[in-house]
T-cell receptor, first 113, second 115 residues
């Protein structure tokens, strides 16, 4: 049973560029959430997707956008990258509508230079 | 706005010691609380999930308790081992529950178990 997978593992981008990160949820899960974790901090909620719609959003600018596909996989897009966007980006999956725990992927390390 | 605090920020213990990690949250209207482990540069591994109606959960050498009214949770690790060395994070899910998946995390406790 495959857990949550994310790609790529590491990424280096230049300020002003755009980036796309990918996530495949754990088998049987239909809800995907994205988190940003800066060094030495706890993860911060970016947004959550269910049924291909953004259902909730944290305190992140519109430069952060996402998408969920019919197979429940998801993408996180960040435009006009800033140095402060350098972080570990984590994807979490769960079943919608219950008290289910969330499972996290290994993350994508994004470095903006 | 929910805030989660974890004390201590770092802890170093000799192998075999029992230890307690603390987590407090400001809004007691939570749906559940989850404890995670994070190895350096890696993702999060779920350790225990406690529903708001529960008082504790156990898994092997780990025991987590929840006192929702006082806004506190503890993670007890028995007979610690060097392999337990990692950062431990707690996270709460809002009381609006069902469709609200936003977890609010503490900054974590960095645990080092010395052989």
């Amino acid at each position: 049973d495959a857990g949550v997978t994310q790609s790529p593992t590491h990424l280096i981008k230049t300020r002003g560029q755009q980036v796309t990160l990918r996530c495949s949820p754990k088998s049987g899960h239909d809800t995907v959430s994205w988190y940003q974790q800066a060094l030495g901090q706890g993860p911060q909620f970016i947004f959550q997707y269910y049924e291909e719609e953004e259902r909730q959003r944290g305190n992140f600018p519109d430069r952060f956008s996402g998408h969920q596909f019919p197979n429940y996989s998801s993408e996180l897009n960040v435009n006009a990258l800033l140095l402060g966007d350098s972080a570990l980006y984590l994807c979490a999956s769960s079943l919608f509508g219950g008290s289910y725990e969330q499972y996290f992927g290994p993350g994508t390390r994004l470095t903006v230079t | 706005k929910q805030e989660v605090t974890q004390i201590p920020a770092a802890l170093s213990v000799p192998e075999g010691e029992n230890l307690v990690l603390n987590c407090s949250f400001t809004d007691s209207a939570i749906y559940n609380l989850q404890w995670f482990r994070q190895d350096p540069g890696k993702g999060l591994t779920s350790l225990l999930l406690i529903q708001s109606s529960q008082r504790e959960q156990t898994s092997g050498r780990l025991n987590a308790s929840l006192d929702k009214s006082s806004g506190r949770s503890t993670l007890y690790i028995a007979a610690s081992q060097p392999g337990d060395s990692a950062t431990y994070l707690c996270a709460v899910r809002p009381g609006s529950g069902g469709s609200n998946y936003k977890l609010t995390f503490g900054k974590g406790t960095l645990l080092t178990v010395n052989p």
